[in-house]
């Protein structure tokens, strides 16, 4: 009687843990908490997430859960702390350091499930905080905007964020653009029909793509008058 009396309550314990993977389970806390993402952010609904914990910070918009699964942020970019460190790298690094390490993450996707460097792509949200990290990077003024096709679920409200925090001159933008920003990437292009449109790193026609101006951000490129690449 024993013995069955132990299965039973191992078979409960189960049922509220959940199944695990990467430190996923489904519980009714995490149940809730998804809640509350999916009233601020109606586009999650429906949508899969997986949780997990960040064990090391690679950079401020890259990092390494416990399973060794590097997550890459989409739709944003923090300065480089490898090589030539950028300005403001360290400060974003460091911020995401303070916020993330150790931490229990939910991670949403949107169309690709990795980059071409095999990191896996999400929309990042700290457990009990409902404000997306994409975003609170975007209006801390550690990151600007770098929405790669197709995954832009949020491409246009990250230009809007971006562009606030570079007008009242937070973060990165606390310098002069010209300052903030010394390798402009992004190519502003002028076709045959005089259509003006811009071109991200990586996209599929950046390389051959000549620029008549180049930009640091998205805001900056939309600003100028020109329109993203669909490709």
Request: aromatic share 12%; net charge neutral.
């Amino acid at each position: 009687m024993m013995k069955y009396h132990f299965l039973y309550i191992l078979l409960i314990a189960i049922l509220l843990t959940g199944c695990s993977k990467d430190g996923n389970q489904t519980s009714l806390n995490s149940d809730v908490f998804v809640a509350q993402i999916i009233s601020k952010y109606p586009q999650f609904k429906n949508k899969q997430y997986e949780f997990a914990t960040i064990k090391r910070i690679v950079d401020g918009d890259t990092y390494e859960t416990n399973s060794g699964h590097k997550i890459r942020l989409i739709g944003v970019n923090t300065p480089e702390v490898f090589g030539e460190t950028q300005y403001y790298g360290r400060e974003a690094s460091d911020f995401s350091k303070k916020r993330l390490e150790n931490q229990t993450v939910y991670l949403f996707r949107d169309v690709s499930e990795t980059d071409r460097y095999g990191r896996v792509l999400r929309y990042l949200f700290i457990q009990n905080d409902p404000v997306m990290f994409n975003e609170t990077l975007l209006n801390e003024g550690y990151a600007n905007t770098m929405s790669v096709p197709p995954d832009v679920m949020f491409a246009k409200k990250f230009v809007v964020l971006e562009r606030q925090a570079r007008e009242n001159r937070i973060g990165i933008w606390e310098k002069s653009d010209a300052q903030a920003c010394k390798k402009p990437e992004i190519k502003g292009n002028i076709n045959t029909q005089k259509d003006k449109i811009y071109h991200l790193p990586g996209g599929k026609y950046y390389d051959q793509t000549k620029a008549e101006e180049v930009f640091c951000t998205e805001a900056e490129a939309i600003d100028a008058g020109y329109r993203k690449s669909s490709q």
